[in-house]
Each structure stands twice: as structure tokens, then as C-alpha cells.
């Protein structure tokens, strides 16, 4: 069935789950489209005038189909009920610690991704409204001395290890702009005013698209040129090292 749906690059652990929902859900959609022709068929046979030609008032006696009905009705409870929400609810919940993820801060604007990474620590720079200012424009806090270490802003691409869990926390600057990641099966708003957590985790070495799946504007192809690298643990080190920046750049 994959190889019929000519399913996109799969490179991340959950997202088996979801192309089986996928596959699940074509099976049922087939499932009707065959039924529905076959009705449709049996109708123009059986009620056209050379064999039916005085209508009936009372019309179909059997009961067929109020339990297909029922059936369709029970194999779209288990779809939802069995496969859709245990998967939405791994997605949502049980995040793994910060200590034992690789944590990204990535803020969407017309029409790029600001990607932040919190340094060695693990923690990101306080951020501040008041700060804001010309050559400020994210408001760090240049006084926190956890934000020594952050790695200066990046656009349009993020590193990450494979095979170690990721979340990402996801806010926007200016509309609502959606993340979307086809090869680790994820796809989430970025709202201005909230930032949202999204985890993975990247289960093959490789370049993958980031895409913004929200129309957000004339740029808004354009924001598909992100780019994810999913890089072995020594590639993912030696490129943090050489990003990693004193704090004085950090503009
Ligand atoms: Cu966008």
C-alpha cells in the first residue's frame, strides 16, 4: 500500500503510526468508493423503466443498509478512537526532559525560520519586550549570563542528531505561519503571542524540507527553502562548534 500511495521519505520514529493511519483511512475510502459504484450500478439495473416501470411507493424492504451504515460507522469509531487519538495523544504528551532532547527555539516571520539554540547550557537567553530595539530586535537580555552561550540567531536552517529525541518551540514574530517537516511527520501552527512545543525524534541521516504550511503571505513559497539537517552526533557537534560564537557578536 505504500509503494501505491507513494508515501514521501519517512525519517522519524512516530511517523510509522501516522502513515498507517494514512493507509488505514485509504483502505476505508476505497472500501466505500467500491461500495458506492456498486450501488450506484445495482440502482440503474434495478429502477430503470423496462424494469420497474409503475413506482413503488413502499421501495426497499431490506435492512442492508442501515447495518452497512452501522459497519462504516463502527470502522470510523475504531480510526479515531483506536489509531487517531492514542497517536495525537503520544504527540502532545509525555515530552522528554530538555536534558535528554535536543532543543530548538524556531520563530516564523514573513517569510523565513529563526532558528536559537541555547549553548552548552541549555538554556535560552532571556528575552524581554522592553529590550527590543534597533540593533536588539529579539529583546535578549544581554545581562543573562545563560545567554553567554547561545549560539547567535540562524535563518531557514536547523541541525539536529539523529536518533536523539527533538522539541522544538515554535512561536512566530509577525502572522500565523504552521511548521511542517513531511519527513518527520509534523506539522504545526506558529502562532504570534504563543510558543508551542513540538517533539520528534529524527531517525535517518539526511537533508529534509521545512515547509510553512499556512498561507502567509507573497513570500510564502518561499519559506519552504528550509532547511533540516539530520546529522550523525560528531557531524551535529562539530557544526554546533563551528557556529558557536563569543557573546560579543551576538547581535
Ligand atoms: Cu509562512
Known sequence: MEKI?????????HGADVDKLVIYV???????????????????????KW???KADYVGIRSHASSWIEGAVVLAEAVLLVGFAVPLWGRAVEGFPKDGEATVVKV?????????????????????????????????FDKSDPKGKDDLPPMLGEIHVPV??????RLSSKDVIHSFKVIAMRVTQDAIPGMMIPLQFTPT???VYQINCAQLCGNGHSSMAMGRMYVDSQADYEKWLASKAKPAASFE
Open 204 to 206: 535517518k541521516i539526511g
Open 51 to 53: 424494469s420497474n416501470p
Open 107 to 139: 520563530v516564523a516571520q514573513q517569510f523565513n525560520w529563526n532558528v536559537f539554540y541555547p549553548g552548552a547550557d541549555g538554556v535560552f537567553c532571556k528575552q524581554d519586550l522592553s529590550l527590543v530595539s534597533s540593533d536588539n530586535p529579539w529583546g
Open 5 to 13: 500511495l507513494n508515501l514521501p521519505v519517512l525519517a522519524s520514529k
Open 26 to 48: 485509504h483502505y476505508l475510502m476505497g472500501a466505500l468508493f467500491v461500495g458506492w459504484l456498486i450501488y450506484f450500478l445495482v440502482a440503474l439495473a434495478k429502477f430503470n
Open 163 to 168: 536518533d536523539k529525541p527533538v522539541i522544538i
